[in-house]
């Protein structure tokens, strides 16, 4: 599976920003999908993830309550809904996709887990 970022920016805190990947490939709804991060200097992490159905979600406590992650599974999209933006959250934004097939297993959010990775797209919050 290939994916392709989009919507990343640059915002004030306190706004809000979409940003969506897409995928290629016919087994789009097979894939757990992902969205990590990484800020400069530190290492990636998880932000949120989505099973195949969008019945299991995780999110990294740091963006609980604030962001939301959604699929599309006609449209072979995942995006992520972020509202209440911080500085903190400035980082490159990377989906991520792992073959589950139709189940909603558990996910610990590691990236390591993750075999497939679209090219990342930065998002920048400002005071």
């Known amino acids: 599976v290939q994916l392709v970022e989009s919507g990343g920016g640059l915002v004030q805190a306190g706004d809000s920003l979409r940003i969506s990947c897409a995928a290629s490939g016919r087994t789009f709804s097979g894939y757990r999908m992902g969205w990590f991060r990484q800020a400069p200097g530190k290492e990636r992490v998880v932000v949120a993830t989505?099973?195949?159905?969008?019945?299991?979600?995780y999110y990294a406590d740091s963006v609980k309550g604030r962001f939301t992650i959604s699929r599309d599974n006609a449209k072979n999209s995942v995006s992520l809904q972020m509202n209440s933006l911080k500085p903190e959250d400035t980082a490159v934004y990377y989906c991520a996709a792992r073959w589950t097939g139709y189940r909603d297993t558990y996910d610990r959010g590691a990236s390591s887990e993750y075999p497939y990775w679209g090219q990342g797209t930065q998002v920048t919050v400002s005071t």
């Open positions: 989505i099973s195949w159905s969008g019945g299991s979600t």
